[in-house]
């Protein structure tokens, strides 16, 4: 396994609606180095596009912070119900390091997707989970945390963001 380098915001790749995933060998060998980079970082989750890779896959693990490791490989996820009842709540990005934004989601989920086998998973997410999963999920179709904000919220969170070192 080797550490992948995590594409920062305004990269043009996170813009990008990523293909579906066909070779399942190559997108679970790349799931394992996302998920050693996605530690070290530290993250919760990491999407294929920021680590360069327009393909449908983002690993998380939402646990491994309080306790053992649930490592999640998601290959073209979807979610297939999305509950009514929505929350905002704190989300942080590898890609933009230093800024927080509140985001409203809904607060349960279903996501579809193949794990790193090839087999067929279903996951009723609630919470945090549901919140990492659609917010890898947006990666997928080439939006960031920025793309869900109104405009009088997003630029003085994009100007200070511009303004780390």
């Not at 491994?64 to 905002?88: F, H, L, R």
């Not at 086998?117 to 997410?125: P, S």
């Not at 990666?139 to 869900?148: A, K, N, P, S």
Request: glycine residues 6%; hydrophobic residues 45%; proline residues 8%.
């Amino acid at each position: 396994m080797s550490r992948l380098a995590i594409l920062r915001w305004p990269d043009p790749r996170l813009s990008a609606v990523c293909e579906e995933v066909t070779d399942i060998p190559a997108a679970a060998a790349l799931a394992q180095d996302m998920l050693e980079t996605m530690y070290a970082a530290p993250g919760r989750g990491l999407a294929a596009p920021q680590v360069g890779v327009l393909q449908r896959l983002f690993v998380m693990d939402v646990g491994w912070k309080d306790g053992a490791a649930t490592p999640m490989v998601c290959i073209n996820p979807e979610i297939a119900a999305a509950s009514e009842a929505q929350a905002e709540g704190e989300e942080g990005c590898l890609s933009i390091p230093g800024v927080t934004a509140r985001v409203r989601r809904p607060t349960a989920i279903t996501l579809r997707y193949l794990d790193e086998t090839g087999n067929r998973r279903e996951a009723a997410l609630e919470g945090f989970a549901a919140r990492c999963a659609q917010h890898e999920l947006d990666h997928l179709d080439g939006l960031v945390t920025f793309d869900r904000l109104p405009p009088e919220v997003r630029a003085p969170l994009e100007a200070a963001y511009e303004a780390l070192p």
